[in-house]
């Protein structure tokens, strides 16, 4: 036994050394610098388009916020798309290279890059525009795209390798053009899925009269009646889903809200007198939009047909108070009404105002759908 302990201590010593010639080898022969080359900027290479990507994405979304309810063309903001995209960069440092897009609002778009067709380039946007705008829906549709790329801390835009310089034939190799692209479009809420709002209703012609067409949105807080005739509104004819000049209507629901897409969608309606259930939850919903001072979204209706609304948009409304009764012929209960023009006697209102957020796309409403889109 202990003779072949010693022969087997021999052959484990004999094997000293093999793993640093192998190594050796390999190194000689570039494997392993090629392997390094491979593993480690290729790696670089897509982990920097990553991070361009998350700064072009987040600039898409900050532009087209901004592009959306302006009068202007999307690349009028490529500095606050160069802010967002700095943001998300490791360093700070990213090149916007070009912000393009169309705003519907404007004749004509800006010039964009040549659409990536086959998505074989890692630079462009996914996609094409025309998928992308059909997918945001019917009407006039707006859409930003946003070109970042790599900016070093000299100023260079070339990804530098970390190991092919050092492999034969590499000496010349500068570095690597890296780029992303984010596109986002915009629309008012139609065909891209269903809304949550207010389970109410009003008309167009009441929206118009109180903002001037859309022109001119003033806080003064006004009461829009469930019933009880609004002579603010005698310009609307009737019928509206109560039969007169009033400007809301409740929306069939069981808890006051409504997940509606137009202009697929219509709406039954109520008479204004809401059964004991629907009184609770529809306050509720007024009171928690009261406190929070968050806008609701409220339907916007031209025709009603066989007792339903046909919903042609949403416009943001904010409540700051209430009028209203569970049983008719009783006073109705109140919350925060104004000091003049309230309602009176058996009419029911809910008060408040419009908020004046730009139109996003002619004929809007003001509510807007953002999506990513390539």
Not at 72 to 91: E, G, H, I, V
Not at 133 to 146: F, N, Q
Not at 200 to 221: K, M
Not at 231 to 252: E, I, K, S, V, Y
């Amino acid at each position: 036994m202990r003779r072949l302990t010693t022969i087997f201590s021999r052959n484990r010593r004999g094997d000293r050394g093999a793993v640093t010639a192998l190594v050796a080898i390999l190194l000689t022969g570039g494997v392993l610098l090629g392997m390094g080359a491979l593993v480690v900027d290729v790696g670089r290479i897509y982990a920097e388009r990553e991070e361009l990507l998350t700064g072009a994405d987040a600039a898409a979304w900050a532009v087209a916020n901004q592009c959306a309810v302006s009068l202007s063309p999307c690349s009028a903001y490529t500095a606050s798309a160069q802010s967002y995209a700095n943001l998300n960069a490791s360093d700070g440092a990213v090149t916007v290279s070009l912000v393009c897009g169309l705003n519907p609002k404007i004749s004509s778009a800006s010039t964009c890059p040549a659409e990536n067709t086959s998505s074989t380039s890692l630079s462009r946007c996914i996609g094409t525009r025309a998928a992308a705008i059909a997918a945001a829906g019917s009407g006039a549709v707006g859409y930003v795209e946003v070109y970042t790329s790599t900016k070093n801390p000299d100023g260079s835009t070339l990804l530098p390798p970390v190991f092919a310089r050092a492999l034969a034939g590499g000496a010349n190799n500068n570095g690597t053009p890296v780029g992303a692209c984010s596109r986002v479009t915009w629309n008012t809420p139609t065909t891209v899925g269903p809304v949550s709002s207010i389970a109410a209703a009003v008309t167009a012609c009441v929206y118009n009269g109180l903002t001037t067409n859309g022109t001119n949105y003033p806080t003064t807080v006004k009461p829009i009646h469930i019933l009880g005739d609004n002579a603010a509104h005698t310009g609307c004819p009737a019928p509206t889903l109560l039969g007169t000049r009033t400007g809301f209507g409740w929306l069939d629901s069981s808890d006051c809200t409504r997940n509606l897409t137009y202009p697929s969608d219509t709406a039954g309606g109520t008479a204004g007198v809401l059964s004991a259930l629907l009184f609770t939850n529809c306050t509720t919903v007024l009171n928690n939009a009261i406190s929070s001072g968050t806008p609701v979204n409220l339907p916007i209706y031209d025709t009603i047909t066989g007792g339903s609304a046909h919903l042609i948009g949403y416009a943001p409304f904010v409540v700051t108070g209430w009028r209203l009764t569970a049983v008719l012929g009783l006073l109705p209960q109140t919350r925060s009404e104004p000091a003049t023009g309230a309602c009176t006697g058996f009419e029911q209102c809910i008060y408040g105002y419009f908020k004046p957020l730009p139109r996003s796309v002619p004929g809007s409403y003001g509510v807007t759908t953002l999506k990513r889109a390539g």
